[in-house]
């Protein structure tokens, strides 16, 4: 796998801020690609049949390739380092396509409306399920400086330890790594009840996260926080000050490919900072 990095462009402010995260967080020598694809809609395919008039491709190619030299430009002198790439095709696959042989995968999401908050966009959505690389969603409006405080969420699965080798190995030593693990036991009582009322399944449960936590991470770079709270609401108490979420791809009940975990499908939807998917490392 080659060191690379696909930023998707399709004219929108969230790519462009997509494309200035990539920017500041990725390691010096990667090749930052921003790549905007452009494709005629089935709908005016038809019309053009049956009207016998041809489709202004030259037009919508330029249209691609004048996204990404706004992008660009919006980075400054930070922009030198990246490559554009205009891809006929639909947005989803043609990023899919080219983030196969990359190491990394960068998208925006976009908007503040209601909608986006029960339905992640179709872009977005298809790379965060189904990409073979790690995949960083930025929301709209984010802007920080290279990522500091990262958040790994665990809970002992096979997805999400790679989520955690994945941060250990990308963001920088002195990055600060975080590790929450949710015990939710008996998610109808309080914290006071359940330590209560069941102690021992409580400490039984917080060894076998820690255990396999430092299985993934011996040296204890990554801090641990296992705390009484369902998935959701522990990750979401500590997005406020993260710079960025790493999750895997799938978590318990995710069902097939299709679809992500809830856990992930929420924080895709709901976190204010970015969030990476990483998928199960190959056997």
Known sequence: MSTD?????????????ALRWAVRNTAPDTRIVALGAWHVPFAMKLMMAKRSFDVDRLGLAAEAHHAIDTAVAKLGDDGNA?????????????????????????????????LRHRVLGSVSRHCATDAQVPTVIVPLGFDRARARNVVVGFDASENSRAALRWALDFFDPDARIELVAAV??????????????????????????LQAAAAVDPDERATRSVVLHGPKQALTEVAGDADIIVLG????????????GSVATWMLEQAPCPVAIVPPAES
């Not at 990095?5 to 801020?17: T, W």
């Not at 998610?187 to 076998?208: G, N, Y």
């Open 249 to 260: 791809a799938r978590g318990h009940g995710a069902l097939g490919s299709m679809l992500l």
């Open 82 to 114: 990246v490559e554009p790439l205009v891809v006929e095709g639909a947005a989803a696959s043609v990023l899919l396509e080219h983030a196969a042989d990359a190491s990394l995968l960068v998208v925006g999401r976009h908007g503040t409306s209601e």
């Open 5 to 17: 990095c696909i930023v998707g462009i399709d004219g929108s402010d969230a790519a462009r801020d």
């Open 184 to 209: 939710d036991i008996s998610p109808w009582l309080d914290i006071e009840s359940t330590l209560e009322r069941f102690p021992k399944e409580v400490e039984a449960e917080r060894q076998r996260l």
